[in-house]
């Protein structure tokens, strides 16, 4: 829903909002109606040309003035770094996280840092850049992080003798569930290390939407997503429980949970293993620099 410029709802102003992955897709929606909602928004994005021309369109159709944008690959653990001291820099509060950005890849790639890039990419990526403005979100509660996962998280398990994918033949759908287990994981290790702090920590399945996902993989892909859209989702429903997680006092102290179209729902019984959480975030703390 586009908001009537000089109709803007005011019951997220003066909170501030830094969102991945935000210039197209379920993303988009979701920056432009929390900017609606009166928030201070700032999206982050590769391409320079298409996330200003977002940041324009969000101002002009919500009459918001407070949005802008950091530039990032954040498959790139520098990028994430810079991207979290700009911001903080720039901003130096924050209330809402929403860890949106994701991808799949059709074949096996290396990030800068020498790691499989679809893991560093939906895995690494938010779990560095979370742990960066913990303090941040600390300083300024009540505050909360929004992970986007998948359903296609469900019978997939965390490969801790090949996190790189270096044996074997690449499956770009099964790494891909993995990385997306490896959020609900997170979220669940996250939101124990901050109970009581103010801030929550939740997760979400957006549905399948018919956004630009996995356009990136060349025309066979393309196609395939193209005979797929007429079962697809429209983008605002899939950012429905994005903004909902993000805004809604309804769940304003509700942590550690994975929701899907609005609502609390179980996640597969492999993310729900507490040994092998831990186990993730001392891996993930290694291969980012922070332990």
Known sequence: MQQDPGEMNDEMRGRICLITGATSGIGLVTARELAACGATVAMVGRNETKTRAAVEAIRQQTGNAEVDY??????SQAAVRGVADAFQRRYGALHVLVNNAGAVFM???????????????NHLAPFLLTNLLLDTLRANTPARVVTVGSMAHRGAHIPFDDLQQTKGRYSAFGVYGQTKLANIMFTYALARR???????????????????????????????????????????????TSIYLASSPEVASVSGQYFYKCKPIRSSQASYDVAAQERLWQVSEQLTGLA
């Not at 950091?70 to 498959?75: I, Q, R, Y």
């Open 70 to 75: 950091l530039l990032a690959d954040l498959s």
């Open 107 to 121: 074949r096996r790639q290396q990030t800068a840092d020498g790691l499989e890039l679809t893991f560093a990419l």
């Open 194 to 240: 901050l109970e009581g702090s103010g801030i929550t920590a939740n997760t979400l399945h957006p549905g399948f939407v018919g956004s630009n996902f996995a356009r990136n993989n060349g025309p066979v892909m393309n196609a395939a997503m193209s005979l797929a859209r007429p079962f697809a989702i429209n983008v605002e429903k899939g950012a429905a």
